[in-house]
Every structure is written in C-alpha cells, then in structure tokens.
C-alpha cells in the first residue's frame, strides 16, 4: 500500500519529533545536530562509526551515524562484490578480448553503476536534508538502523 505525501509527511514529523524529544539532552560533540548530522554523512560509513563512538547523548545524532554506517555500508558491500567480479571476468574468459563481452563482465559493470548512482545521489541527499533539519529515514536502511541502534544502547523492542 502506497503512502500519500501528506501521510509520509506526517510520519516522518512523527518520527522526528519522537527522536528530537529523546535526543534533546544536548551533544557530547557540541556540535548543532544538522551539522554533526551532515558530517555522519561526509564520509559515508567511516565518519558513521566515528560518530557512533564519539556522540553518546544525542540520539538524532546517533540515528543518523548509524543510517549511515548501515546504508552506505551495504552499498559498497555490494559495489566491493561487482567489482570483485568485473575484475576476475578477463581470467574467466580466456585469452583475448572476449572477456569484454562475458555476461558476468557486463552484469557486474551494470550492478556497479547502478550501485554507485544510487550511492552518490543518497549520499548527496542525505547531507543536503540532514543539514537542513529534515529526518530523513531510509524505508529499508532508516528502519534497519533503528533497530541496530536500539540493540546496541540496550532498548528492548517494546520499549
């Protein structure tokens, strides 16, 4: 079932304001929250992790250095596997340039374009909203995070 825009809309205010109202305990970085939000995002998966270590208090903060570890962790997962394929493909396909048009060759340069638009577009999105103030939650990833994140500071599902 397909969700509206005001429906969407009105559940990621939702969201927002509960994540706001449990994070509104200031930050161990002393950073705003947009701009320590932008920069989990900088460095894609790495500056995640940092900011997993480093922030402790402010839960807006540790959603999105978790969505990013988890979103563009898995991304490049799965750009590190076509690429690993794309470059076995010319000892697969014998001598000389047939390996240029072996079928795992092209999948594997589709799967890793595509990966890597779907990369840089989320990525640039991701900051852009994020230092604007808007909680941007990724259905897949978003909903992933959260739940990692309640695991890992020890909030129990119903909770």
């Given at each position: 079932m397909e969700l509206s825009?005001?429906?969407?809309?009105?559940?990621?205010?939702?969201?927002?304001?509960?994540?706001?109202?449990?994070?509104?305990?200031?930050?161990?970085t002393n950073l705003k929250p947009n701009t320590a939000g932008l920069l989990c995002y900088l460095g894609v998966w790495v500056t995640g992790i940092i900011f997993l270590i480093i922030e402790r208090k402010n839960t807006v903060i540790r959603f999105h250095a978790m969505q990013a570890l988890v979103t563009f962790g898995i991304l490049h997962i799965i750009m590190a596997i076509a690429d690993t394929v794309r470059s076995w493909a010319p000892w697969w396909g014998g001598p000389g340039?047939?390996?240029?048009?072996?079928?795992?060759?092209?999948?594997?340069?589709?799967?890793?374009?595509?990966?890597?638009?779907?990369?840089?577009?989320?990525?640039?999105?991701?900051?852009?909203q994020t230092y604007?103030?808007?909680?941007?939650?990724?259905?897949?990833?978003?909903?992933?995070?959260?739940?990692?994140?309640?695991?890992?500071d020890g909030v129990k599902e119903g909770d």
């Open positions: 825009p005001k429906e969407r809309k009105r559940i990621y205010e939702e969201e927002k304001a509960r994540l706001e109202s449990e994070g509104d305990t200031g930050s161990s340039w047939n390996w240029f048009f072996q079928p795992q060759w092209v999948a594997a340069n589709i799967v890793f374009g595509v990966f890597l638009a779907i990369s840089i577009i989320l990525w640039l999105v991701l900051m852009y604007h103030g808007r909680l941007l939650k990724l259905p897949l990833f978003g909903e992933l995070a959260q739940k990692l994140l309640a695991k890992l």
